[in-house]
């Protein structure tokens, strides 16, 4: 059927209006989609971390046996990671956790719950506390998965997601996790990168793929790799291509896109105790509502100093309390935390965020940094929880993806840093993409 349609001079201006618009529109989107600069405080899901509640504070998803560990399940090996959150509204709530698998690039898969989990689909959240000993009421919850009656029965990408009232509308909260089975096996090393200057500020990853007892159909379109560092999602690499293909190996090599800025090591402060200053920490007041103020010392630019090694955390942290002997995850308490990088002139491309675990890895404005023409630097006051934390600064220009530390913290290529490799493959004749193998490893560590 052909259908002859026909617009009249004032039909076509008006969807020439129209069109002029959805492009302005979809500009826009993509910006914001670089920039990440939204707080998102309603009910459209993100497959990313986020928290859409203000109130909401302190998130964090790690394999149970230790806080550090990244939010990462070997399949069937019986394993949990915990959830936990604070809510500083400190009432009770009802809060529920669900699940959405993923594809390689965080979109969602085709896989409808009954086809990856066994048992119940998602579980009520039933542990929580009330704060003790805290000028900041809030209420912690936290919750064990998977459990007996709630199992994952494929590997890949998976959405955490927190729902209030039983109502998949009302989203508090989404997590990145993964489930990996080790298919294949991945032997990799971190080296200088070669050329100009980057032998000395960049580290090159190469590896290896060895797939001896599982089949990898065509590597350049059924299989995805990606590469993080850090743990960090908004500088990772993907889309890499074997650069040797053998039967039974794939060779990662003379790659671009697998080599990553050197860094520095994170810089850190000390908030353990609200009672005595440690090295970082400059001054501790309390407000008119008693509300804790911390005054970090001031930063330096790192830019053209010499690399120094000593061990970070690698942009994490850890919720501990020196003031009190309890469980610190009730009894720490929340204080304003002032960071402030001397900087002679304001950037006019972009902007300087402060990045760690501490702020889930993302760029928004809730760690924007704004600049002090009276104190010539970069400021951000961030409220944050009692411990010890890691962090960084980044650059991150209006146009591009991930944040720099070039403009701050420096390049060096014998930084310590954390890279994983994710290997996914699509076999023929499915439709979502498994985890093969996950590697993870040091650049010093060998």
């Known amino acids: 059927m052909i259908l002859n349609v026909r617009y009249n001079r004032y039909e076509f201006k008006h969807l020439k209006k129209i069109i002029y618009i959805f492009c302005i529109s979809l500009v826009t989107l993509t910006f914001t989609a670089f920039s990440q600069d939204d707080y998102v405080n309603d009910n459209q899901m993100r497959y990313e971390d986020w928290s859409y509640k203000s109130y909401i504070k302190t998130v964090q998803l790690h394999e149970a046996s230790f806080d550090a560990n ?5 399949f069937n090996a019986g394993e949990q990671l ?3 959150f ?47 000993n805290t000028i900041q009421k809030f209420t912690h919850y936290s919750i064990l998965f998977p459990q007996t009656n709630m199992q994952f029965s494929k590997t890949g990408n998976y959405m955490a997601f927190v729902y209030q009232d039983n109502d998949k509308e009302k989203i508090v909260i989404t997590k990145r996790f993964m489930i990996y089975e080790n298919k294949v096996t991945v032997v990799a090393n971190v080296r200088q990168a070669i ?5 000395y ?4 990853i190469d590896f290896n793929l060895i797939n001896s007892l599982y089949e990898l159909t065509n590597p350049f379109t059924d299989l995805h790799v990606i ?26 090599s003379l790659d671009d896109k697998s080599t990553f800025n050197g860094g520095n090591e994170f810089r850190y402060f000390d908030t353990r105790s609200l009672r005595t200053y440690t090295e970082r920490v400059a001054n501790i007041t309390r407000d008119s509502s008693f509300t804790y103020h911390i005054e970090l010392k001031t930063d330096e630019l790192k830019t053209f100093k010499n690399y120094s090694f000593y061990n970070d955390l690698n942009g994490g942290f850890l919720i501990k309390n020196r003031d009190m002997v309890g469980n610190p995850d009730i009894e720490s308490d929340y204080a304003w935390v002032h960071f402030f990088l001397p900087y002679d002139n304001a950037q006019s491309a972009g902007n300087f965020y402060v990045l760690g675990k501490l702020t889930e890895w993302r760029l928004n404005k809730a760690n924007r940094m704004t600049y002090n023409y009276k104190k ?8 944050i929880k009692q411990g010890y934390y890691n962090y960084t600064y980044v650059y991150l220009k209006d146009d591009k993806k991930g944040g720099d530390e070039t403009l701050s913290e420096g390049n060096h290529w014998e930084t310590e840093n954390d890279y994983t490799i994710y290997v996914y493959h699509r076999q023929r004749g499915t439709y979502y993409d498994q985890l093969v ?10």
């Open 70 to 74: 990244p939010a990462i399940l070997q």
């Open 82 to 84: 915990e959830l936990s």
């Open 86 to 132: 604070d809510d500083l509204e400190a009432d009770k709530k009802s809060y529920s956790i669900s699940f959405v698998h993923c594809d390689a690039n965080w979109d969602p898969s085709n896989l409808v719950s009954a086809e990856f989990m066994t048992g119940f689909f998602e579980a009520n959240i039933l542990n929580y506390n009330f704060s003790t």
């Open 195 to 199: 050329g100009n200057d980057e032998q």
């Open 201 to 204: 500020e960049k580290q090159h």
């Open 227 to 252: 590469i993080t560092q850090n743990n960090r999602w908004d500088n990772d690499v993907n889309n890499i291509k074997p650069t040797f293909v053998e039967p039974r190996q794939l060779t990662y």
């Open 376 to 383: 010539i630097g970069y400021e951000c006051d961030m409220y």
């Open 437 to 446: 193998a996950i590697k993870r490893f040091n650049s010093l560590r060998k």
